[in-house]
């Protein structure tokens, strides 16, 4: 726990294009059986869930297949200039999360101790997922009740729920617009300044 990186980011989430800016957090959910454990990895410029990884157990290893997965569906559009951002958990300050985001040939930046609006974004989304859960979650009992309700919402979030600061697309529709151009909506597409420079 004393290998804690530099907040890079200071707050500067929307400040540097799509896949320049990663967001990573823990969340804790309750069903019946017990609390299962979702990791997340969001784009901060889009907002589009990049990876995620449900499981039953806090072992490190959820948090390192999350960073896996990401590299493994989108590292085409990664760089080394790819800031990776976290609070200062456990988990993110292990030798094995550290080793494995400099292997990627990602950077590591880290939330000041105790500060929730360092990574703001990431705290909104798990906020909003349960709020928009509540209702499902008051059936779940067991795991799989629970990884089937996060895949659907997660696949809804990503390509239906639309927001409006996205250039009232969805993420993936809005990370689509600022790499190609193309507007899927009728009428005029709204202008959306993309920053071009390097990550923080």
């Known amino acids: ?30 069903c019946a059986e017990a609390f299962v454990y979702l990791s997340t990895i969001l784009d901060a410029f889009t907002k589009q869930v990049l990876s995620y990884v449900l499981s039953p157990s806090l072992e490190i290893d959820f948090v390192l ?45 880290m939330s000041r101790r105790g500060n929730c609006w360092d990574n703001a974004p990431q705290e909104s989304f798990f906020g909003h997922m349960k709020d928009e859960l509540a209702d499902k979650a008051q059936a779940w009992e067991r795991f799989d009740d629970v990884k089937r309700d996060i895949d659907d919402w997660i696949d809804y979030y990503n390509n239906d729920r639309y927001q409006w600061q996205l250039a009232k697309l969805s993420p993936s529709q809005f990370y689509r617009y600022v790499t190609t151009g193309e507007y899927p909506l009728p009428g005029k597409p709204p202008v959306i300044e993309v920053p071009r420079g390097s990550a923080p």
């Open 1 to 30: 726990t004393n290998n804690v990186a530099e907040n890079l980011l200071n707050r500067e989430f929307e400040s540097h294009g799509p896949r320049m800016v990663l967001l990573t957090d823990i969340t804790y959910i309750r």
């Open 65 to 109: 297949q999350t960073v896996n997965q990401l590299v493994e569906k989108h590292g085409v559009s990664l760089t080394n200039e790819t800031l990776i951002h976290s609070d200062q958990g456990s988990h993110y300050t292990s030798l094995p999360f550290i080793r494995l985001v400099r292997d990627k040939n990602l950077r590591q930046s």
